[in-house]
């Protein structure tokens, strides 16, 4: 049974008066929704109300989920709405926080085990690439952002990232496209002080 048909169940159940197979759902899926929006907002508080939320929505509204997308991707687009909603009332700006205070299987903070030798030079050279890449993930506009951190660091087709975000899927192509030109551009004087050696 694949991820999608599991879900289908689960959802099956819940709308069926399952309660303990949302609890399933949720238990599946908040380290992911929770990774989502800490890349969308700084305070833990925020983020954990806005988690709530999303699941709250989300159990609200299961009674009309038809099954046209994958449940996590009509999760994440409950999440990411719940989330820019939320800011506007706060009248934040949206943020991200630095990447590398993530689980690093999660981050770009292991870059540097792309190279050959862990020496002091190599490891500090792949924290600044680091570290510069998620400054530049940071200063992308939302859009940017949000298309660039689902297909990179959720792993999300570009098919489901349209669903998630509500646009075309060209869309998602020039998004994703534009955010990796954008890092590429802060990246490019960084690889060229280490002399593309590692690179």
Request: net charge negative; charged share 30%; with cysteine.
């Amino acid at each position: 049974m694949s991820e999608r048909q599991a879900d289908a169940e689960l959802v099956a159940r819940v709308q069926n008066g399952d309660k303990k197979a949302f609890d399933l759902l949720i238990l599946k899926y908040q380290r992911k929704i929770l990774r989502l929006l800490s890349r969308m907002m700084r305070d833990q508080n925020e983020i954990e109300d806005v988690m709530q939320e999303t699941f709250i929505k989300a159990y609200r509204a299961i009674p009309q989920f038809r099954g046209d997308s994958a449940f996590y991707t009509w999760l994440y687009r409950i999440a990411i709405n719940t989330a820019r909603n939320w800011m506007t009332a706060q009248t934040r700006r949206p943020s991200v926080p630095n990447l590398s205070q993530s689980d690093s299987d999660e981050t770009f903070d292991e870059i540097e085990n792309l190279t050959d030798s862990n020496t002091p030079e190599s490891i500090l050279a792949g924290q600044e690439v680091a570290a510069c890449v998620n400054e530049a993930i940071e200063q992308l506009p939302e859009e940017l952002r949000t298309a660039i951190v689902l297909r990179e660091i959720e792993g999300l087709s570009y098919e489901e990232i349209a669903q998630t975000m509500d646009c075309p899927i060209g869309t998602v192509r020039s998004r994703i496209f534009r955010a990796r030109e954008a890092i590429a551009q802060k990246l490019r004087p960084l690889l060229q002080q280490h002399g593309d050696r590692r690179w």
